[in-house]
């Protein structure tokens, strides 16, 4: 299957599963080019903005798993190519 590029966002609204969202994001290290984490005091919840490469099975993967936990959300945009 062929590689794709893309970005995933990641806002956890509810910060004790910070661990859970962490486990998951070193599981699929392997499609993480970068990541880069921003906590908004303000509003309470940190924000997750990721470089991914990797096939869409992969990627569905991971954002499906990180969609499951509880005060998670999260949006993917895969390049068509």
Do not use: C, W
Request: hydrophobic fraction near 40%; charged fraction near 25%; proline fraction near 1%.
């Amino acid at each position: 299957m062929e590689k794709r590029l893309g970005i995933v966002g990641i806002v956890v609204e509810d910060l004790q599963r910070a661990e859970d969202v962490n486990s998951i994001l070193h599981e699929f290290s392997s499609v993480i080019i970068g990541r880069m984490g921003i906590p908004y005091r303000d509003r309470g919840v940190s924000v997750i903005s990721l470089i991914v490469d990797g096939t869409t099975d992969e990627i569905s993967a991971m954002t499906g798993k990180l969609g499951k936990i509880k005060g998670v959300s999260v949006k993917s945009a895969l390049t068509k190519k």
